[in-house]
Every structure is written in structure tokens, then in C-alpha cells.
């Protein structure tokens, strides 16, 4: 490929650069992230330029380039779940789901973040099955030992345990979505 071929190509790319951004601030939750992906993909534009063979390609070069830089984002970002049963002592001194969420305080709008949190966290948990919402309640809102509820309801302490543990599951899996538009 001549050198003019290669101007002519980064031109075309170049003047897609605002519809691109766009496609990748769509998908991602930060600018800086959209920003990053951006320049790599222009990076490997300008790294791989030899490769592309005409002008109707590139734009579909481009954008499929970004796509695969914003899946990697979102792999490298991926929550870490507890697949495993939780440990539990029945001293219940093990840390509240609360304390496992990520702090959103230094972020931006993280009044506005805290409200959705919220307001989402209220939702999920009323949409748990009874019997996990009773105990997700009592164990981290009203801050109850397993003893103390196993002594109210008269459930095994291990079911209690078992209930939680599932009750957390499926906050977490309605909840990873959001932490991820928020970019924490």
C-alpha cells in the first residue's frame, strides 16, 4: 500500500471519529473509558493500517475494533460473585452485604447514584421470595443474629444461613447491571 493510499484511509477513518465516539460513549458509563477505547482503537488504526485493503471497510474495521475494546472494559470490570456457601460462625460477625457494595461516594453525581442505589436495592429485596426477604431483613436491616431469628421463627439456624445466602445471590445478580452503568 503507497503511502498516499495509507493518507487517504486515515482521512476516511478520521472523519468517522464523531459517529465512533458516539457508538462507544453509548456503551460505556464514563467518558474517560470511552475516551480510552477511542484512542486505542485509533492506535491500532494507525499500528495496523497496512492490513485494510479499501475505503468501504474501514468503517466497519473501526467500529468492530471499538465493540471488542468495550467487551474487554466490561470483562476487566466484571463484579466478583461467591459461588460457593457463605461461611457463616454463628457469632455473626461476618461483614453486612451493605459493606461488600462498592463506595460510590467519590464518583460523580454520587447523590444521584446514591438515590438510584437505593431506590434499587428497596426493589430487588422486595422482589425476593419471602422466606429470604424475612431473612435478609432481619439478619442486615434489623441487624438480628441467626440465633436471635432462629428463636423467632423456630427455622434451623443452617436454613437461616442457607436462605441469606440465596437472598444475597439474587440482590447481586439484580443489582450487577446497575453497578456497571455507574462504573464503579
Known amino acids: 500500500m503507497t503511502e498516499a493510499q495509507k493518507q487517504r484511509l486515515l482521512t476516511e477513518a478520521f472523519k468517522q471519529r464523531s459517529r465512533l465516539y458516539n457508538f462507544i460513549r453509548k456503551r460505556v458509563a464514563g467518558t474517560e473509558d470511552a475516551k480510552d477505547i477511542m484512542q486505542d482503537t485509533l492506535y491500532q488504526l494507525v499500528d495496523g493500517i497496512d492490513q485494510l485493503e ?23 470490570k466484571r463484579p466478583v460473585t461467591v459461588d460457593g456457601p457463605l ?34 436495592i428497596e426493589l430487588a429485596i422486595d422482589e425476593l421470595p419471602e422466606k429470604l426477604k424475612n431473612v435478609f431483613v432481619m439478619h442486615e436491616i434489623e441487624d438480628k443474629s441467626f440465633k436471635e431469628i432462629h428463636q423467632i421463627t423456630g427455622v434451623p439456624m443452617n436454613t437461616l444461613i442457607s436462605r441469606k445466602h440465596y437472598a444475597i445471590h439474587q440482590l447481586r445478580k439484580k443489582l450487577v447491571y446497575l453497578y456497571n452503568e455507574m462504573e464503579v
Open 54 to 76: 479499501s475505503l468501504e471497510k474501514i468503517t466497519a474495521w473501526l467500529f468492530t475494533v471499538a465493540r471488542n475494546k468495550i467487551i474487554d472494559l466490561y470483562r476487566k
Open 87 to 120: 461461611k457463616y460462625d454463628f457469632g455473626d460477625d461476618q461483614p453486612s452485604f451493605f459493606d461488600s457494595l462498592p463506595d460510590i461516594s467519590q464518583m460523580p453525581d454520587s447523590q444521584i447514584n446514591r438515590s438510584i442505589l437505593t431506590e434499587a
